[in-house]
């Protein structure tokens, strides 16, 4: 191999070896990784003009269960982007998950954020047909005076992490307590010290 041939393959090689390092450092200040990361598993939706965002059913705590005949509270924020103010009338169900009750209809002024559910909940799915542990979805509508009906599908999020500061929803079960395991103890023979 010539001595030119020789360096070109050296320099090759040391490019082709720092190509992923410098790749990486090209991301600068619009790296993925230098972005916050919020994980949220509430849902998001833009229909008919109204921003729902934050929207879930709150279930129980982590390991514990709302059984049937419970209740789950709605909590979810809207803005109405729509030219004139709304309102939430209700919230419709399928019977066969129970019956939806709102306390008092939600006004949606225009372009202000409006939240549902704190400090008190006043939509909650009462009557619970089946059990739920966390991480199902409830298909649900929500009637509004003038965008109409919104049908939204509303995941159950279990009371954890951001969501303990949230009251306990109603009837739900405590979740297990953890049973000591007992330790192994080796006996020892007569003679073996």
Known sequence: MTRNRRHWAIAAAAFLAAAPVLAGCGAGSDANTNKP??????????????DISQGFFLGPDSGATLPVGGSTPLYLSMVNNNQAADRLLGVGVDPAVGTAKVTAPVDLPVRQRVNVGKPTPTIVIEGLKKALTGGESIPVQLQFANAGVIPITVPVI??????????QAPGATAAP??????????EHAEGDH
Do not use: W
């Open 37 to 50: 990361y919020a994980p949220t598993e509430a849902l998001v939706a833009n229909v008919k003009g109204i």
């Open 158 to 167: 279990t009371r954890s992490r951001e969501f303990t500061q949230l009251p």
């Open 177 to 186: 307590t953890p049973t000591p395991t007992p330790s192994a103890t080796t």
